[in-house]
């Protein structure tokens, strides 16, 4: 049980983080945190109620979530979003 709520108390940090992010790309691993606490959240949930279906879920949304980052950072470099600096002459 204090599992979850330690889980739920890192939500509400990455929740911060997802609103008030200076950057698309902080906001972005704001995402990808908040997916894995979910995720998280979704196994412990299913341990406590020994339902496995619960850890299934939790393992194909972990997967689709990670797909996702990399297609948002794939993204995000394609379009020069947040870079620090520009380079000239770098293949991407």
């Known amino acids: 049980m204090w599992a979850l709520i330690i889980l739920l108390f890192s939500a509400m940090l990455t929740l911060i983080r997802l609103l008030v992010g200076p950057t698309i790309p902080d906001r972005v691993v704001a995402l990808d945190a908040m997916t894995t606490t979910t995720a998280g959240a979704m196994v412990i949930y299913g341990v406590i109620t020994k339902q496995a279906v619960f850890i299934d879920v939790a393992l194909v949304y972990a997967v689709l979530s990670y797909i996702a980052t990399l297609y948002i950072a794939r993204y995000l470099?394609?379009?020069?979003v947040g870079m620090a600096c520009e380079c000239e002459g770098e293949a991407v």
């Open 77 to 80: 470099v394609r379009k020069r």
